[in-house]
């Protein structure tokens, strides 16, 4: 629109929250994304990016706060990018979570009339995150802990501040505190020309049994880690201490880029019943609450009676495979990373459930592969990346169908993308299921049922 230029304020109402958490409201006939705004705002807002068809703004000023705004718990909100929606109440970000899974299987999947159940939500949804990765930045000349802002590399949260992470497992926010000090204390030997020697500190605590273990990532060796690693075990608090090679973006890290410096190298929590031995790279849900909200979802939609056979796509270490392998005649397990699959078979021989066996390899390799050799399994679970499933990967459902897959999937744009393209390859999709795994953010879980009549194709 001509004139509309980066710098100018205007005043508009905010509508809706965009899938990314953002208020939504109109400005002479255009979209205005504003970040920290929420439905029934009036607010003024600077314009900061001019697109054909939207604009982006900054919130200057909550003129008029609609019903739906609270006030966030943490004073880093808003600053600091690891929440989204703590200016809503709770049950307004279950509504709106749900909502957003009903819009993308409509707008996306072409879905239209799919029964979406509301949001399953948590009693308590603070303190829930039993892993986090702190990045380790330079701070007025030391090495310290901290966050990045929203969509930025900079500084948006300090550790050293003394504001608890509201969503982070008390017990990892006093550890961050304890090594935040050490960082600072040990300035000389971390310091690595304008750099620190290391660029981020991984924290994990096992909830089931208080097991904890730290992972810095750094380019120096044992040497110059030392004594940071003695002390840290000295607190009590940590049952490992794991040196690791940063990995390159996209790759994976170097399996001799990994240095055990105090401890066994791993942590066991347990989920359900059952034992997971848990490495440095090892994929496991961080929310251990509303994990087993989520399988328990998947073993109702798998609808186990001890005669089937089970394939679990996208396995990692194998939870949701060990989970419904004892309910099923047999299990098999997918997954692209070796260094998953090594885990996930350690995990079977951990809790003594000789059914369930895993293949290291590519998804969309492996299944048609299984199906020309063995036929198909009488449940499928797919839980793919946040890219959803490889587009192979359903063409071969197209061609051999299974009666009941379970999708299980942490986006909603790619979920509806894959039900679409499958109910056009004649599954009925017959429910999903959004779990809230991340309290206080815009991401969102679901569990989705989708049946194969045996009449179709």
């Not at 500084?155 to 304890?178: H, K, S």
């Not at 897959?405 to 979920?415: A, N, Q």
Request: glycine residues 12%.
């Amino acid at each position: 629109m001509p004139g509309v230029q980066p710098g100018e304020q205007v005043v508009l109402e905010v509508e809706d929250l965009s899938h990314s958490g953002e208020g939504v409201g109109r400005w002479q006939g255009r979209v205005v994304f504003v970040p920290l705004a929420v439905p029934g705002d009036r607010v003024r807002v600077t314009v900061v990016e001019v697109k054909k068809n939207y604009l982006r703004a900054r919130l200057e000023e909550v003129i008029d706060p609609g019903p739906s705004r609270c006030r966030p718990e943490c004073p880093s909100f808003g600053s600091c990018g690891g929440c989204h929606i703590q200016h809503l109440p709770y049950e307004c970000q279950l509504q709106y979570k749900t909502g957003r899974v009903r819009n993308s299987l409509e707008r996306i999947g072409r879905l239209g009339g799919i029964r979406v159940l509301p949001a399953l939500g948590m009693n308590h949804p603070w303190h829930y995150r039993n892993k986090v990765r702190f990045h380790v930045m330079l701070r007025e000349g030391r090495p310290a802990l901290g966050l990045y802002a929203p969509d930025s590399h900079t500084p948006g949260y300090w550790v050293g501040d003394g504001t608890r992470c509201r969503i982070l497992d008390r017990e990892l926010n006093e550890l961050a505190l304890i090594i935040d000090h050490l960082l600072g204390q040990y300035r000389d030997e971390l310091l690595q020309g304008p750099a620190p020697l290391i660029s981020h500190v991984t924290l994990r605590r096992a909830v089931a049994t208080g097991e904890t273990m730290v992972v810095l990532a750094a380019g120096g060796g044992r040497p110059r880690l030392g004594k940071l690693a003695a002390e840290l075990a000295g607190t009590g608090r940590v049952t490992t201490i794991i040196r690791q090679e940063a990995a390159r973006p996209g790759r994976e890290g170097r399996a001799d880029g990994v240095e055990v410096l105090y401890g066994r190298g791993y942590i066991t929590d347990y989920l359900g019943g059952l034992a997971f031995r848990l490495s440095a790279d090892s994929f496991y849900q961080v929310n251990p609450v509303q994990t087993r909200v989520l399988y328990e979802k998947v073993g109702e939609y798998a609808g186990l009676t001890g005669r089937e056979r089970v394939v679990d796509a996208y396995c990692g270490v194998g939870t949701i495979a060990l989970f419904l392998a004892r309910q099923a005649r047999e299990v098999l397990g997918m997954e692209l990373s070796s260094r998953a699959v090594a885990d996930a078979r350690q995990n079977a021989r951990l809790n003594g459930l000789g059914n369930a066996s895993f293949l290291q390899g590519a998804v969309e390799k492996l299944l048609p592969r299984l199906f020309r050799r063995d036929g198909g399994p009488d449940v499928l679970v797919l839980d793919p990346p946040r890219r959803g499933c490889h587009r192979s990967v359903l063409e071969t459902l197209a061609r051999c169908p299974v009666p009941r897959v379970v999708y299980v999937s942490c986006d909603p744009g790619t979920l509806a993308r894959d039900l679409g393209l499958l109910a056009g390859y004649g599954y009925r999709v017959v429910e999903v299921q959004p779990v809230d795994m991340f309290p206080q953010t815009c991401h969102v879980e679901c569990v989705s049922l989708l049946e194969r009549p045996a009449s179709s194709g």
